[in-house]
């Protein structure tokens, strides 16, 4: 997606890590490592505050009117389009794409948010300096509480992500500041819900891309890759007015993948299991490069 938008060389003059690896350890430490695929085109690891800055500055040189720090407060379906009404004021559109993550505002409004399952599991993100041992790496570690995902996004920095049960919460960050040396006041995000039932890709003169049509696990880190993949697939049947080609190709687009996030939600929830998994692919590595190949191709 990058390469089709021309951004490859403005990806690559943002600071950045180039990944050369994954790591998979038990609770005990046992670590599984596969290599990531090298050559002219490598995995990078950024902050996703750089790549938001990329991809906003091309679209404003595309011409797209961009208002940040904007609120929708309202929508209001027209005979032929909508009329949203915004901190910046009233604006209309004959389409309306939500894009909007997946705590939505669009479907809020509209009443199409779904209704909310139990938190069986809850995560949190912060950025540290990056371990001295982490390398290239991206280290995905199992826990007593669930698991931890590691990631270096240059600059000498570190992306980490925590996912456990609500009740596990503070343990789990105990054993992050202990871990990685953080103060008390160290910030955290968190990442809610990590599941909910997935929206209709359409509906009349009503687009949904990203995590706003379907939720995906922060095991992986892909929640960004298909959120570009969903909005081309999106923007391609808007164009052509075919609401029916962006229901089969965004389909298509999950389709044989999402077993990836019901294994990373059973490994937070049975991580003992998870380190047993790790344990086993010492003596079967095929069964993590698979993992692996999934995630990046």
């Known amino acids: 997606m990058i390469e089709q938008l021309g951004l490859r060389d403005r990806i690559l003059s943002c600071t950045h890590s180039v990944l050369e690896g994954v790591r998979f350890l038990t609770i005990e430490g ?5 290599p990531l695929p090298g050559g002219a085109y490598p995995e990078l690891g950024l902050t996703r505050s750089r790549l938001d800055h990329v991809l906003l500055e091309h679209a404003r040189s595309c011409g797209v009117d961009v208002y940040e720090a904007t609120t929708l407060k309202a929508l ?28 939505s505002t669009v479907a809020r409004l509209l009443g199409l948010m779904p209704p909310p399952l139990p938190a069986e599991r809850v995560a949190v993100q912060t950025h540290l300096p990056s371990p001295l041992d982490l390398g290239r790496d991206v280290v995905l570690q199992f826990l ?18 925590l996912v456990c049960r609500p009740g596990d919460l503070q343990s789990i960050k105990s054993w992050a500041a202990t871990q990685f040396n953080l103060s008390e006041d160290q910030p955290w995000r968190s990442i809610t819900p990590l599941r909910r039932a997935p929206l209709p890709a359409t509906g009349e003169r009503l687009w949904f891309t990203g995590d706003t049509a379907r939720v995906v696990e922060p095991f992986t880190g892909e929640g960004i890759a298909y959120a570009l993949r969903s909005g081309a697939l999106c923007s391609d049947a808007l164009l052509a007015e075919n609401p029916g080609l962006y229901e089969r190709n965004h389909g298509a687009l999950y389709r044989g993948r999402l077993w990836v996030n019901q294994m990373a939600r059973w490994a937070c929830l049975h991580p003992l299991a998870g380190s047993a998994l790790v344990r086993a692919g010492r003596y079967f590595p095929s069964i993590f490069s698979l993992l692996t190949r999934k995630v990046v191709a």
């Open 76 to 103: 209001k379906r027209l005979p032929n389009g909508w009329r949203m009404e915004s901190e910046a004021g009233w604006f209309e559109a004959g389409q309306l794409i939500a894009a909007d993550g997946r705590n």
């Open 30 to 34: 046992t670590a599984v490592r596969v």
């Open 144 to 161: 007593k509480e669930g698991y931890a995902g590691l990631a270096p996004v240059g600059a000498d920095t570190a992306n980490l992500c």
